[in-house]
């Protein structure tokens, strides 16, 4: 990768991270420095609530899956008292990981490749193969694995490292209403994720994507190809033939920009923030009626109208995920090196909506999150560029002004702002300072 | 018509239609598929039918059609320069042949893909896997219903794909 030692700061000192944000700007190591990513790991994605599976992924007891907070990897594991614990994937003798797979069924523990030490879904070790080798030497309480703090928020659960955390629900602020928009979509009060994940990945800061998502002016630049050739199809189609959702989608980046300055982005203290939604996809007028009418016999009408009329576009929940209430889906942001980052999608059915529910989440996630959708492609080739170009010149601060004078309205815990504004980025980047700011 | 004979036409569309990809013949490529067609790369060997999850590619005739006018707009940059390809066709069998005369056929396919990125050998890279096409019988012929591409890393993490497989 290009990069290296051109990118490092040079007049503030190196590692004070409180030095590498200003008003309106940020120094460009904070994307190229990889001794940064690693205090970024150790600062922020230890400290936070990292989103980490739904619920439905471990339905039966011995259900697992593997995860990530930030560069160490998680297993979640549902026990028979139908608790789900989360322990690091690592061998307390020599340790190699436990498990190799991204889900699975251990109902008998996790077992280790390499001697055979068998840990409980809490973290407890069970057995030691040739115990009598140990006579008086190990005790296997001193090997435990330390179970990681976990919390659920409506079924989806968050992990952190960090003891002394605020609870979740604190730390979601009023953007757990953005998970009880999905949830609330469901007639059922179910929503059930589905086993097939979308993952992409790029060479390039894991910042990036967080910076890109809610920001409404790039898509009529880098996206404009897709809007001319779903314009020429659409030009070329027979009387009466409808136009593709895929390329509605493709559409909804030529919008005039002052539709986007009209929309208001929110933002909220430890990073994060949405949008108002502008997709404007909606269900065939059946499913609409049918899906309704399911609505309101789970919420009554007050309730379900309220849900139906919530339009928000995408939900960035600082510094791991992004959700997508409307069209059920959750995207994970994992940071891998400073710069390589992997975003892993999953999409949920809502019981007892109709299925065409499940189709528009279905496309919306592969329209949004696939490396071969055409608009995704646009977007990887920035990140990597933005890499590149960080990597010299001696212009070193990056600007984040956007909007900087268009705030709309802040009320304690939320702030108002136009959907053009670069509020967003700052947001990002004043709870980073807060995170980074003192040693653990 | 005899097996041998229907087994070599059915094998020249699959090779022709690779062809066609290598050559950015897209015009001729869609040419090749019903107007009902889809054109899939799933997540997972498991999957079913294009609607039980997300994929790769998950085109229907429109997307596949904007999404190749848009390989040869040079302000796609995302796509630009253009990536060159080479597919090796192998295996071509026959795994079944409906009533109507519609043929399941499947093939393993290696696609060699390039585009220069200055970026070393990562702007090579090779995909691979079984492809599967369902073959409509129509007044001209064979024409693809279904392209279904089961890469060997379908449940792998991607980089920008820009060119159909
Ligand atoms: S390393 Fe795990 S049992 Fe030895
Ligand atoms: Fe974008």
Known sequence: MVGGMATLLNSPPRLDPSALVRPG????????????????????????????????????????????????????????????????????????????????????????????????????????????????????????????????????????????????????????????????????????????????????????????????????FAHSASVVSAKAVAAGLEEGEPLAASLGMMLANGKPIQFFQDLDMVTTPRGHSYIGGHMGASYTADTQSAYAQALIAHHGPDKAARVLGTDRHLMLLYPSSTWHAR?????????????????????????????????????????????????????????????????????????????????????????????????????????????????? | MSDAGLRERVRALIEDEARLLDDQDFEAWLALFTPDCRYWVPVSLDQTTPGDGVAHFNDDKQLMAARTHRLLNPRAFGAEPSPRTAHVVSGVRIDAVDDDGTVHASSSQIILEYRRRDRFEEDSRVFGGRVRHVLRATGSGLRIALKRVDLVNAEGSMNALAAPF
């Open chain 1, 25 to 220: 700007r940020v120094h460009r190591s904070v994307y190229t420095d990889a001794e940064i990513f690693r205090l970024e790991m150790e600062r922020i994605f230890s400290r936070a609530w990292i989103y980490l599976a739904h619920e439905s992924e471990m339905p039966a007891a011995g259900d697992y899956v593997r995860r990530h907070i930030g560069s160490r990897q998680v297993i979640l594991t549902r026990d028979r008292d139908g608790a789900v614990h989360a322990i690091p994937n690592r061998c307390s003798h020599r340790g190699t990981t436990l498990c190799a797979f991204d889900r699975g069924s251990a109902p008998g523990g996790h077992s280790c490749p390499y001697h055979g030490w068998n840990f409980a879904a809490d973290g407890r070790l069970r057995g030691v193969p040739q115990r009598s080798n140990y006579e008086g030497v190990l005790e296997l309480g001193d090997y435990d694995l330390q179970p990681v703090r976990v919390a659920a928020y409506r079924g989806f659960l968050f992990g952190t490292l960090d003891a002394e955390a605020v609870p979740l629900v604190e730390f979601l602020g009023h953007m757990a209403t953005s998970i009880d928009d999905l949830v609330d979509r469901s007639p059922s009060g179910e929503v059930v994720c589905s086993p097939h994940v979308l993952r992409h990945h790029y060479r390039g800061n894991w910042k990036l994507s967080f910076e890109n998502l809610n920001d409404t002016i790039h898509p009529g």
């Open chain 1, 327 to 440: 069209y059920q889906t959750v995207r994970i942001v994992r940071p891998v090196r400073h710069d390589l980052t992997e975003i892993i999608g999953y999409t949920f059915r809502l019981p007892g909506a109709p299925e065409e529910t499940y189709r528009n989440a279905v496309e919306y996630c592969t329209g949004a999150n696939s490396a071969a959708s055409p608009v995704i492609a646009d977007d990887l080739e920035v990140y990597e560029r933005i890499m590149d170009g960080n990597g010299f010149d001696a212009r070193e601060w990056v600007p984040m002004s956007r909007g900087l004078r268009e705030d709309r309205e802040a009320v304690p815990g939320l702030t108002r702002s136009p959907a053009t504004s670069e509020a967003f980025i700052r947001n990002q980047f004043a709870a980073w300072a807060d995170y980074m700011g003192a040693a653990a």
